[in-house]
């Protein structure tokens, strides 16, 4: 076992379905911006995102909730995979941009499920004490498969046509919901009843939402809406700046495009361990101010006449995203996962999901507004500044969980939640 608690075989199995998952949301983000790129108007472009942030926010909760409320979460696992790759080989019978964009749609409905139930499975095998370095494992799995991804989609595009890469991205695909078969998992709830049970319970119980206002989960969602304001609004003009802007080639451009999730490979065992050590808050405030001077590196970057300086600073733009996330994500899961019920994980970890959505949608008309009525890199500047707001809230409003070491919060239920209490500075 390693110091996460998992054997080889767990370690193994996580490894290949969180891979295979990313490589393949990766690889078709990439595909469908190119071919409805080639079929249709920028807008048609941004209808992508759109729905991929719609879908989001609304699904991954509801996965996640039937996930902890039937306690069938390999099942749920192995039937949203099955499902997502047929979606896939739909692909092959679509001849029209609307038809790419509805697909794209179909497709996220399914795989958003993935995230919140993987984590709050590995959560439920590794103990409280290790919570940091799980989300840490589960995103470094992610962050191998969008690295593995990008790099051969780029390959496959420019060697063979579109069908063949889209039944490519439909066999890795049906890999990962093999991998996911294999995992083992023993829910914390009683699964009594079944799926009819499970329904009736699908929604949390006014009492477990007031869960969000008791321990302070309420302002921490709402730091992760306005931090995918900025980072999430510029993402669709990223590509189109970096070209344009900065005066690259688009083989650069995708070097760039791979140091963020490089540098979350290498930070992520570290930052997982920080965590652990009783450092959430400060990583998520930290990690959410890291965010917000990305923006602003990579307007700083068109100013230099050198293409020497701009490149240096985009990248040091990407690596406070890549360390930024990382901080963040990591910072923000162990924290939930510390103060809500055992049998609700999965369902809570999923509204992080449904922040990341709403502030992707809010902040793409943002943005876009801005550039429009003034240029991309004004918009840069105006989108990271929600994100500072987001830092402020964290750092004044959210502190540490308690931890007496012999009952973990994880295991808590609705009389504890009163001692729970997050409110203060996030540094105490």
Not at 4 to 31: F, S
């Amino acid at each position: 076992m390693d110091e996460t608690g998992l054997d080889g075989r767990r370690r193994a199995v996580i490894w290949l379905a969180g891979a295979t998952r990313a490589a393949c949301g990766g690889m078709l983000t990439t595909a469908l911006a190119l071919v409805v790129g080639r079929m249709q108007s920028p807008l048609a472009v941004s209808s992508l995102a759109v729905v991929f942030f719609a879908s989001t926010m609304i699904f991954a909760p509801l996965w996640g909730s039937l996930a902890d409320t039937t306690g069938r979460r390999r099942a749920l696992l192995v039937g949203t995979g099955i499902a997502a790759t047929l979606v896939l080989v739909g692909l092959q019978f679509i001849s029209s941009a609307w038809g790419y964009i509805a697909a794209r749609g179909a497709y996220t409905v399914f795989a958003v499920g993935f995230a919140p139930v993987i984590l709050a499975i590995v959560n439920d095998v590794t103990g409280y004490t290790t919570q940091g370095r799980s989300a840490g494992l589960v995103n470094r799995t992610f962050a191998v498969g969008d690295i593995g991804g990008q790099i051969a989609i780029g390959a496959l595009l420019g060697l063979a046509v579109p069908s063949v890469a889209f039944a490519i991205i439909a066999g890795v695909s049906f890999l990962g919901t093999a991998a996911v078969a294999l995992i083992h998992d023993s829910p914390p709830v009683a699964t009594n009843g079944g799926l009819r049970r499970g329904l009736k319970r699908l929604f949390p119980s006014a009492t477990e939402w007031r869960v969000l206002r008791r321990t302070g989960l309420d302002r921490l969602y709402a730091a992760l809406v306005l931090r995918h304001i900025a980072v999430q609004g510029i993402g669709v003009l990223v590509p189109i700046y970096v070209v344009s802007r900065l005066d690259v080639t688009a083989s650069t451009m995708g070097l760039l495009l791979a140091v963020s999730p490089t540098t979350q490979l290498a930070t992520l065992p570290f930052i997982g361990k920080i965590a652990d050590a009783g450092y959430r808050v400060r990583l998520l405030g930290g990690g959410i101010a890291a965010s917000a001077a990305y923006p602003l590196a990579l307007a700083l970057a068109a100013m230099p006449k050198a293409v020497e300086f701009r490149l240096s600073l985009a990248v040091v733009g990407f690596v406070c995203l890549a360390v930024g996330f990382a901080a963040m994500d990591v910072g923000a899961v162990a924290v939930i996962s510390a103060v809500v019920p055992r049998r609700r994980t999965a369902t809570f970890l999923g509204l992080r999901a449904t922040a990341m959505g709403l502030g992707g949608i809010i902040g793409s008309v943002l943005v876009g507004v801005v550039a429009l009525m003034a240029s991309i890199r004004v918009a840069f500047i105006v989108g990271s500044l929600p994100a500072f707001g987001a830092a402020l809230l964290v750092m004044s409003s959210v502190s540490e969980p308690d931890d007496d070491g012999e009952t973990p919060l994880l295991n808590a239920v609705e009389p504890v939640f009163a001692n729970t209490r997050l409110p203060g500075l996030w540094w105490r």
